[in-house]
């Protein structure tokens, strides 16, 4: 998945203004509702996300999640959206499954020379979307042209508009949005139609006293969290933060950097530290001197997909405590 992080990176394209005016038109949650939850596995700053819950909260009091890997953007969502977790959507836990009643997506766009991202994306983020969940999928119009990725799309959504951008907005990266509903089950349905010229010609299938996509009531989530897994980027932006918790640890704060952190500290960032060589390790305690030292070990985990194995190795974290005498134990 590295180079697909590397391109989430580089690939950030927030919905434009009038298109996302237009959208959110054509979504409406039930009046009164209190369990509206809304998750953007992909949110940038955030913005696209809360226009519409903004536009929702006549009728409901909806709830923002979002994901982003790229820590600035991350600080930045965490103003604009409830809860923000700074992480790959690859790597984030969410639980329980089909908690969500809206996914907005609009992926990074690309290929690896077999699979689109935009549809790797959405393979993986369907899982959050509960039965009859609204999906709004953003992305260039030729994936529509794509039979493989129009069946797939078919057999997990119903009831399928397909828009281009705005015709003022449209011609930069020529992208078209998708709404849909998610099916309770994998089955044989429509294809999903070819774009209709401009979102702001109104398809004349749609009746503006009756919107077609009203979202969903959940629960919403349990666990909504990253993972454990640390980027240099983020060693970096946190190195403060680490030190800090390091001075609580052994009262020495001598030599301490002034670098403001971006995000709250996770037990991954000091271990990096410690591994790099930034600590020393060193702490002096009434009893006598110890040493700790950050360690990882690999971990596999495998997921079927499409009737296909993938293996993910990621690493597990942790402190090693050093006592004199040779004791040692772990703190994971």
């Known amino acids: 998945m590295a180079r697909l992080a590397s391109d989430a990176k580089m690939g950030f394209y927030p919905t434009p203004l009038e298109t996302l005016d237009y959208i959110s038109r054509y979504l409406e949650a039930k009046r009164g509702g209190s369990g509206v939850n809304l998750l953007d596995p992909c949110c940038g700053e955030g913005k696209a996300l809360r226009e519409i819950a903004v536009s929702l909260e006549w009728s409901a ?25 700074n992480s790959s959507t690859f790597e984030v836990r969410i639980n329980p499954l089909g908690c969500m009643g809206l996914l907005w997506l609009n992926p990074p766009y690309g290929s690896d020379g077999i699979e689109r991202y935009e549809m790797r994306f959405l393979k993986h983020s369907i899982k959050w979307l509960c039965e009859d969940g ?27 508009q397909v828009f281009r951008f705005h015709s003022e907005e449209y011609p930069r990266f020529k992208q078209a949005v998708l709404i849909g509903k998610k099916r309770a089950k994998l089955g044989e349905g429509e294809i999903p139609p070819p774009p209709y010229p401009y979102i702001e010609d109104k398809s004349p299938s749609w009746d503006d006293s009756d919107p077609p996509f009203t979202i969903p009531e959940t629960d919403g989530p349990d666990v909504f969290q990253g993972s454990d897994a640390v980027t240099d980027e983020e060693v970096s932006s946190n190195r403060s933060r680490l030190i800090e918790e390091v001075v609580k640890i052994t009262g020495n704060g001598e030599g301490i950097g002034k670098i403001k952190p971006l995000l709250p500290l996770r037990k991954g960032h000091l271990v990096a530290l410690l591994t790099a060589g930034f600590l020393d390790g060193r702490i002096e ?15 596999s985990s495998t997921r079927v997909e499409e009737d296909k194995e993938i293996t993910r190795y990621t690493y597990s974290v942790g402190i090693r405590v050093l006592e004199e005498g040779g004791q040692w134990y772990d703190i994971k």
């Open 61 to 85: 009091r909806p709830v923002t999640y979002g994901v982003e890997q790229d820590s600035e953007r991350a600080v930045a969502a965490s103003k604009s959206l409830k809860d923000v977790v």
């Open 134 to 160: 609204i999906l709004v999928y953003l992305v260039p119009e030729p994936l529509f042209e794509r039979e493989k990725d129009r069946q797939w799309i078919a057999q997990n959504f119903y009831g399928c």
């Open 285 to 299: 305690a009434p009893e006598g001197s110890i040493w700790i030292r950050g360690f990882s070990d690999r971990v």
